[in-house]
Nanobody
Framework: QVQVVESGGGLVQAGGSLRLSCAVS????????MGWYRQAPGNQRELVAR???????TYTDSVKGRFTISRDNAKNTVDLQMNSLKPEDIAVYYC????????????WGQGTQVTVSS
């Protein structure tokens, strides 16, 4: 079994910062890419940021320059530093981990709420 657990969400004023953390544990052979997704009410889940095992990163355009994704391969963790938060960043944020060798599977956390007051 694999567990993906997020932490760090909450309420912050516009312009403020939050740091999300995600820890993956359990029967893990290899963690490939890890990422953060978000889903706002009435919207589809969207990719926010993604990082490969080697450290290459991808960001959705709306968060470039404000959010930074990082990971620790030894600890099986991935973080998302969110600065200059805006009301449009309000959503439930989900951690994703792609795990496996020749056969891979995506695992998801339960989500953590981020709310930004204007």
């Amino acid at each position: 079994q694999v567990q993906v657990v997020e932490s760090g969400g909450g309420l912050v004023q516009a312009g403020g910062s939050l740091r999300l953390s995600c820890a993956v544990s359990g029967s893990i052979r290899r963690i490939n890419a890890m990422g953060w997704y978000r889903q706002a009410p009435g919207n589809q889940r969207e990719l926010v940021a993604r990082i490969t095992r080697g450290g290459s990163t991808t960001y959705t355009d709306s968060v470039k320059g404000r959010f930074t994704i990082s990971r620790d391969n030894a600890k099986n963790t991935v973080d998302l530093q969110m600065n200059s938060l805006k009301p449009e960043d309000i959503a439930v944020y989900y951690c994703n981990a792609n795990i496996g060798d020749w056969a891979t599977r995506d695992y998801w956390g339960q989500g953590t709420q981020v709310t930004v007051s204007s």
